[in-house]
């Protein structure tokens, strides 16, 4: 582990920074940090983040917008960059175009390599779903870590980590990713000690809503009609079995 207990807050870039994750979690382990900047192109996650991110005195934090935008020699120095970036092509759930993906979602880990090339910050954090450190885009997570590598970063060190191993009732396996300017040591871990606390999804649902927060009829009804669904209530069928019929 990285001591930070005592030291200077790390400055840091928020790269595809949604509603401020990276951030919080900083926040949620102690490290003293100050946001320098951050980007995301979505207007109502930028809004979010304005609404619960302020600098030392008070004022919104700058939005750098768009990624693909930036001119890295315009940034402020920072320290760490953080960097979510888009799971869409990588994800199982998706069409896993990779750097195909029709939106250029898949390419966008070129502007981490770009930004980082100028402004060499001490630590790159970075998050993605587990399909990325599959086989089938061995050649783009290669790329990433053979260019972080180049860039002075040593070995990327990495791992794929599912909150229901660390005290949250949900099961989400996620691919973090960090590299020190210099490299890390070769026992580094990604890995933290597991917790177990018990807890379920069930322990964290309201059991009395507010009637608000329901679609009324018309709105249900309007999304039947919209994707020709005619219920959306759940039959379940008998169980075909593997060869034959019933």
């Given amino acids: 582990m990285i001591e930070v207990k005592g030291h200077a807050p790390i400055r840091v ?6 509603y401020g994750g990276a951030s ?24 979010l983040y304005d609404a619960n991110h302020k600098d030392a005195n008070g004022n919104p934090i700058k939005n750098w917008g768009d990624i693909t935008q930036v001119n ?5 120095d920072f320290d760490l960059f953080t960097g979510g970036f888009p ?8 069409m896993q175009a990779g750097e195909k993906d029709k939106y250029g979602r898949g390419t966008l880990l070129y502007d ?24 089938r885009f061995e050649n783009t997570f290669n790329t990433l ?7 002075g970063y040593g070995d990327l060190k990495y791992a794929i980590l599912n909150t229901k191993d660390y005290g949250i009732p949900q099961n989400r396996e996620r691919l973090w990713m960090f590299a020190k300017l210099g490299g890390l040591p070769d026992d580094f871990s990604m890995e933290p000690p597991k917790v177990a606390n018990g807890l379920k999804l069930k322990d964290f649902v309201d059991t009395d809503p507010p009637k ?8 249900i009804q309007r999304l039947k009609d919209f994707y020709g669904i005619p ?13 034959g019929f019933i």
């Fill in 212 to 219: 608000n927060l329901y679609l009324s009829q018309k709105q």
């Fill in 72 to 76: 890295p020699e315009d940034l402020p």
């Fill in 112 to 135: 981490i390599i770009r930004i980082c090339a100028h402004k060499k910050p001490k630590y790159i954090l970075l998050e993605n779903v587990k399909g990325l450190a599959t086989k």
């Fill in 231 to 243: 219920s959306f209530v759940v039959r379940i069928y008998p169980k075909i079995p593997r060869y």
């Fill in 24 to 47: 919080f979690g900083l926040q949620r382990a102690d490290i003293p940090h100050e946001v320098v900047g951050y980007s995301e192109f979505d207007k109502f996650a930028a809004a």
């Fill in 87 to 94: 799971c869409q092509p990588f994800s199982t759930v998706g």
């Fill in 13 to 18: 870039f928020e790269g595809f920074a949604g």
């Fill in 145 to 151: 870590k053979n260019a972080l590598k180049d860039l």
